[in-house]
Structures are given as C-alpha cells and as structure tokens.
C-alpha cells in the first residue's frame, strides 16, 4: 500500500527506523504544530517550488528555497499522518519533490451560478492542499457580469441580478477582489481573471446594447433552451439558460475599443498575477474576420497592461503577441485539425495549458447516476477516466516546454453551492493535479492501482475537512 501521498512527489524513501509519535489532535492541528516546530533551512537548489522532507522519530526537517516550497512541505505532511490505537503518527520518510509543470489550476465559473467569497476561499484551500497554485475564475458570461468596476460600474449593476435557473445571482465588490486575491496568496495561489469575449457577452448588453449583436439562435440553442428551460435569449433580458454561442461584441461598435482598454486595464491592475484570460471560446454567431479582430485587439491591450494574455484554444490561430497561452478543452486525443492548430500556434511562440474535457472538467457526471454534472464530453468521466492520460501526449509532437501546464475546470451550470463543488471536485481534481506535480503518466507510482489506493487512504483526511467528495464506487473507501 503506498502512502497516500497526492501528488506523488518526485522521491519518496521509506527510512528504516520508529515513526514520529505526536500528541492527539485534528490533522490539520497536528501538521501545524509538527511544521511550527520543524527544522526549517533555506537553502539553494530545490527551485522555485520544490522541497526535501525528511521525518524520523526525533521530528521533522525542512529544506527548501522558496515561501511555496515550505508551504508545500506542509501540505505533504499533513497527507503524512496517519492513526493506530495509541494515536497520531507519521512514518519515517525522506521526500524530495519538486513539480513536473510550473502551471497548475483550476477554474470556477462564478457565473452560471455565482459562488460568495467565503466560497471561493473554501475552493483556495482544498486546491492548495493538492499544490494547485491558479485558480482561474470565470467571472463574465452570457447570464452575468460578476466584478463591479470603478470604471464601469453599470457592467455590473445591471448585468449581475440573475444567474442560470433565475436566482439572484450576484457579484464582487474590488474589495472582495482584494480578499480573494489575497487569500491566495498566502495558500501560494495566484488568481486568473477571465473577461469572456467576444462571444458570452450576453450581459455586457444589458448596460451597452450598441455593443452587442443580436442573439443569433441556431438550433443548437433552441434545443438547449427545450432541454433544460430559460427560454431563448433576447436582447435586454437577462438570459437565464444554459445556450452557449449565441453571443457577440460588435467589432464595429463605437466605443468597443474604450471599453476593452477599460475593463482590462482595470481588472489587470487590480490582479498581481502575471496572466489575464480573455476567453475567445465558442463565438458561434461572431464572423470569423470579427473574432480575429476583436481577439487581437483585446490580446494586445492585455500585453500592452503588463500581462501575459490566455484564451481558449479558438481563439489560438488569430494573432496573438508572442508568448501567449492557449487554454485546450478538446478531447485527450484531439482531431488533426485541432492538433494542427495548436501546434502551429507552439511555433508561433505560444504555449498550452492542457484540460482535456473529457479527462478534466469536473462539471461532467461521474456516471449517469450522478446527481448534478453534464454529459456532452463524450459521456460522463470516470475517476479512473480523470486519470488515465498524460499531459505531453495530448498534442502529439509538441515540446514539453511549450506546456505551461494543466487546469481542471468546474462550469457551474449545475453546481449550485460549495456542496456541489465538493462533489463534482473530488476525487477527480486529484486526477489533474498529480498529472500537473508528479512525473509522466505509468512511471512509479504514476498508476491507476497506485492512484486509487491513495485516494482511499486521503478519504478520512477529506471528511475530516468537511469535503463532500462523491464516494465514486471505483474506489476502496477505508
Ligand atoms: C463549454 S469549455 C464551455 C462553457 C460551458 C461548458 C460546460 C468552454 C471554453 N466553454 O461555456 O460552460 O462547456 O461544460
């Protein structure tokens, strides 16, 4: 049975020798208190989050070269202890780690349903704990607007009353923003604002009808609004459905331009992290020629604001400043055409996050019993079906320093409240976390056997935090 460490650090030694005893207590108490007291040395080598753990029966040493790497030491040992008749204990180990990729997220759409702060900060917390260190939010779409801007305030005041199914939705404050923002700091998280455009702009025409075209409604729409309800967007109304492509900026319109250069500067300023998304996924109704234009556009105004612009993977063969992402949503094996594209882009000086959506959106169902989830991504995704791909072979051909990273992604069509958060996450973040941290997929302890054994072991860690995971029967729950 391997130590129900999640992600497998680099090296793990079992040393021969008693465990570390320690006074009883919560395990989050015990991992504190063990790592308050810890020999703690800074040191060159360990990069920029890596770190050596070493525990024997006299205690716990650390070193590292960075804040992060002695956070992330944390995290291991709280996955360390462990219980028996006489109480907490932790083995004897020697842990050096370090992370496979420099880019590990995740994404909360706060849209489709809005999610309050005390939320998102329970979010930054089960995230860090796996050493996830982005937490990409979606903060624009069709049925809302959720940051209140100095600049333009009216985006939110008129664009963030509803959200999907009609309830009240809501929005941040700059202050909240700050909260957030800081709060992942000190878990070692930055934090992704996403302005989705030029499609998803619903809502940006509830204050700016000039800017916004008029819904276009394909049958795709239709179908969805036959499907699960909120009747077909118009023009004006909040749009309360789960239609996707309907949507678009008018590249023409008079003061688009300003606007862009507004929101983004604003949101750039207020964000310390170095990335900004821009979305650029499923214009459906936009011309192509418009979507290039406004996707450029935008593109630019985030470089020229300071940061390193990302869009979804659409948005990858319009003209982008070097350097800049392209967040990949198709499938764990994609078509020709899709992996063209976005090896042309790496050419070009680009770079990938990989989410696959068959692999990692955990706002899939884990199988057709599942209580909330959606299904398009060619079915509902297994735990072992999270699992089971490699970040470097999704796009054949590519380098893997072109590969910023990995971010699983949590839509919130379905997911109302940090319950269904919990459920939709866990386990299978674990999934795209360990394919972000540890080595190649079928190295060492990178297995599916390995993975659900030490899923089940970090079940009463989980339960003890209050995390809500699904009991996926694929696992061996202790
Ligand atoms: C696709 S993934 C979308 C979202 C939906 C999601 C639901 C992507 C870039 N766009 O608008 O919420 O599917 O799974």
């Keep these: 049975m391997p130590l129900a460490l999640l992600p497998w650090p680099a090296s793990v030694t079992v040393v021969e020798g008693p465990p570390l005893r320690t006074a009883p207590g919560s395990r989050r108490e015990i991992a504190d208190r063990l790592a308050d007291r810890a020999e703690l040395t800074f040191a060159e080598g360990h990069g920029f989050e890596g770190y050596l753990l070493l525990v024997s029966a006299n205690g716990v040493r650390v070193e590292t070269s960075t804040q992060a790497g002695a956070f992330y030491a944390r995290q291991t040992l709280a996955q360390l202890i462990e219980f028996d008749e006489q109480g907490p204990l932790l083995?004897?180990?020697?842990?050096?780690?370090?992370?496979?990729?420099?880019?590990?997220?995740?994404?909360?759409?706060?849209?489709?349903?809005?999610?309050?702060?005390?939320?998102?900060?329970?979010?930054?917390?089960?995230?860090?704990?796996?050493?996830?260190?982005a937490l990409h939010l979606h903060l624009t779409d069709d049925q809302g607007w959720r940051l209140?801007?100095?600049?333009?305030?009216?985006?939110?005041?008129?664009?963030?009353?509803?959200?999907l199914g009609g309830g009240p939705g809501g929005s941040y404050t700059l202050e909240d923003w700050r909260r957030i923002v800081d709060y992942a700091a000190t878990r070692h998280m930055i934090v992704v604002p996403e302005f989705d455009l030029p499609g998803h702009t619903h809502a940006v025409g509830l204050s700016h009808p000039e800017l916004v075209a008029d819904p276009v409604i394909t049958d795709e729409v239709r179908r969805a609004a036959e499907e699960s309800g909120g009747g077909?967007?118009?023009?004006?109304?909040?749009?309360?459905?789960?239609?996707?492509?309907?949507?678009?900026?008018?590249?023409?319109?008079?003061?688009?331009?300003?606007?862009?250069?507004?929101?983004?500067?604003?949101?750039?300023?207020?964000?310390?992290g170095p990335y900004l998304h821009f979305g650029g996924d499923e214009a459906l109704g936009t011309d192509p020629a418009d979507f290039g234009a406004v996707v450029k556009l935008a593109a630019g105004i985030v470089a020229e604001n300071g940061k390193t612009p990302i869009a979804w993977h659409e948005a990858s063969a319009a003209d982008l400043p070097r350097g800049s992402v392209a967040q990949y949503w198709g499938f764990r094996t994609p078509g020709n055409e899709q992996a063209e594209r976005a090896?042309?882009?790496?050419?070009?000086?680009?770079?990938?996050?990989?989410?696959?959506?068959?692999?990692?959106?955990l706002d899939m169902k884990y199988d057709a019993e599942t209580r909330i989830g959606l299904t398009w991504a060619d079915g509902p995704t297994s735990v072992e079906r999270s699992y089971a791909w490699d970040p470097a072979a999704v796009i054949p051909d590519v380098p893997e320093s072109a590969i910023l990273g990995v971010e699983a992604c949590l839509w919130s069509e379905t997911v109302a409240d940090l319950a269904d958060i919990d459920t939709l996450m866990f386990p299978?973040?674990?999934?795209?976390?360990?394919?972000?941290?540890?080595?190649p997929?079928?190295?060492?302890?990178?297995?599916?056997?390995?993975?659900?054994e030490r899923v089940a072991g970090l079940g009463p860690a989980w339960a003890e935090a209050a995390i809500a995971f699904h009991r996926s029967p694929e696992i061996d729950w202790r």
């Excluded at 209140?148 to 959200?163: M, N, T, Y």
């Excluded at 795209?432 to 941290?437: D, K, L, M, S, Y």
């Design 232 to 272: 077909l967007p118009e023009a004006g109304s909040p749009y309360t459905g789960t239609a996707v492509g309907f949507s678009s900026l008018r590249r023409d319109a008079e003061g688009l331009e300003d606007l862009l250069r507004d929101v983004l500067g604003e949101i750039a300023a207020a964000t310390p």
């Design 91 to 133: 083995p004897a180990v020697e842990i050096r780690d370090a992370p496979r990729f420099a880019y590990r997220g995740l994404m909360l759409d706060v849209v489709r349903h809005f999610h309050p702060v005390e939320t998102v900060e329970a979010v930054i917390d089960r995230a860090a704990s796996l050493k996830l260190n």
């Design 428 to 439: 299978r973040v674990g999934s795209a976390a360990e394919a972000g941290w540890s080595a």
């Design 343 to 361: 090896r042309a882009f790496v050419e070009r000086g680009g770079r990938l996050i990989l989410s696959p959506a068959d692999a990692i959106y």
């Design 441 to 452: 997929a079928g190295t060492e302890q990178r297995t599916w056997e390995s993975f659900r």
């Design 148 to 163: 209140q801007l100095r600049s333009h305030p009216e985006l939110a005041e008129h664009g963030s009353g509803s959200e």
